[in-house]
């Protein structure tokens, strides 16, 4: 007799916890409206305006396709709290563009991006322009070395660099390379310009001043591989490209290096992707660059 009270209870308690689970399935709402997703990237090097506007791919329901993904008729608008300009629709590249005369970037200076459309999504952020003020370029060391491995051998470009960090100040970079030598193509021959990159870890291209406050800071290797006999000509220019950015384009980027490392993984922890955007998704950032060459004889 008690085993069945036993079993009796058991029942009616497992009873009354999936009802309690039916309930909260049902109140589950799960919105399926594509929101507004804006990106945009400025400094004072740039040669134009852009941002890109887009929408987001439902994660349930009917997939949208490609072209209606694209928001063409919004009306984009940055300002630095004085003047403003609002970016034309270009449908080539599917991007917003404006004049870099309309709205000079300047060091230091904050700025204001405003994204509206006709069915009323809106989204806003704003950003500050880094200051290199106390920031620049303490040494570039570049070297060559020859590879080898199964009887197939090849040149290996390698280099680093050291700045000078800006003291009391919490600082972001974003660090690269590449190199440039004039080539000719064809005949007869048209002279040009090529431009290679240097490849390092993507995690170590980005890098703070955290516990190096006021230091001199070093890059990772980065290397460049040719064929052993070099099909660039000397002379030709090493460049290290050091951009000084704000914290939001340091975030943002961190979270899309781990979200693409840990997307093929089944069994790894989706990856949040940063966003400063409000009323949507994306980022509104903005870096300053630093460059210097070194010419290969």
């Known amino acids: 007799m008690r085993l069945k009270n036993y079993l009796l209870a058991v029942m009616i308690i497992a009873a009354i916890a999936l009802q309690s689970c039916e309930k909260d399935v049902e109140n589950f709402d799960i919105s399926t409206k594509p929101m507004l997703v804006t990106t945009a990237f400025l400094s004072p090097q740039d040669t134009i305006l852009t941002v890109e506007v887009k929408l987001t791919q439902p994660a349930i329901g009917k997939q949208l396709s490609e072209e209606q993904l694209k928001v063409k008729n919004a009306t984009v608008v940055l300002s630095d709290g004085?003047?403003?300009?609002?970016?034309?629709?270009?449908?080539?590249?599917?991007?917003?563009?404006?004049?870099?005369?309309?709205?000079?970037?300047?060091?230091?200076?904050?700025?204001?991006?405003?994204?509206?459309?006709?069915?009323?999504?809106?989204?806003e952020a704003e950003c500050v322009v880094p200051s290199l003020e106390g920031i620049h370029f303490t040494g570039l060391h570049y070297e060559t070395n020859t590879q080898e491995q199964y009887d197939y051998s090849w040149l290996m470009h390698v280099i680093n660099f050291k700045w000078q960090d800006a003291p009391g100040v919490e600082n972001y970079y974003h660090l690269s390379g590449y190199r440039s030598y004039v080539h000719d193509i064809g005949y007869p021959a048209v002279r040009t310009v090529q431009h290679e990159p240097f490849h390092a870890d993507p995690f170590k291209i980005y890098a703070r001043?955290?516990?190096?406050?006021?230091?001199?800071?070093?890059?990772?290797?980065?290397?460049?591989?040719?064929?052993?006999?070099?099909?660039?000509?000397?002379?030709?220019?090493?460049?290290?490209?050091?951009?000084?950015?704000?914290?939001?384009?340091?975030?943002?980027?961190?979270?899309?290096?781990?979200?693409?490392?840990?997307?093929?993984?089944?069994?790894?922890?989706?990856?949040?992707?940063?966003?400063n955007i409000r009323g949507g998704l994306g980022v509104f950032a903005a870096y300053n660059q630093i460059k210097v060459v070194r010419m290969v004889q």
């Open 82 to 123: 004085t003047q403003q300009t609002q970016l034309e629709y270009d449908e080539k590249h599917n991007k917003y563009f404006a004049p870099m005369a309309s709205l000079p970037i300047v060091s230091g200076k904050a700025y204001f991006l405003r994204v509206t459309t006709p069915t009323g999504e809106k989204a």
């Open 209 to 275: 001043d955290t516990e190096q406050d006021g230091q001199i800071m070093q890059s990772p290797n980065f290397g460049l591989t040719t064929s052993e006999e070099d099909h660039a000509s000397k002379p030709f220019a090493i460049y290290a490209v050091l951009a000084v950015t704000d914290k939001a384009y340091y975030d943002y980027h961190q979270s899309v290096i781990s979200q693409e490392r840990s997307g093929n993984n089944p069994f790894a922890e989706p990856k949040r992707i940063y966003s």
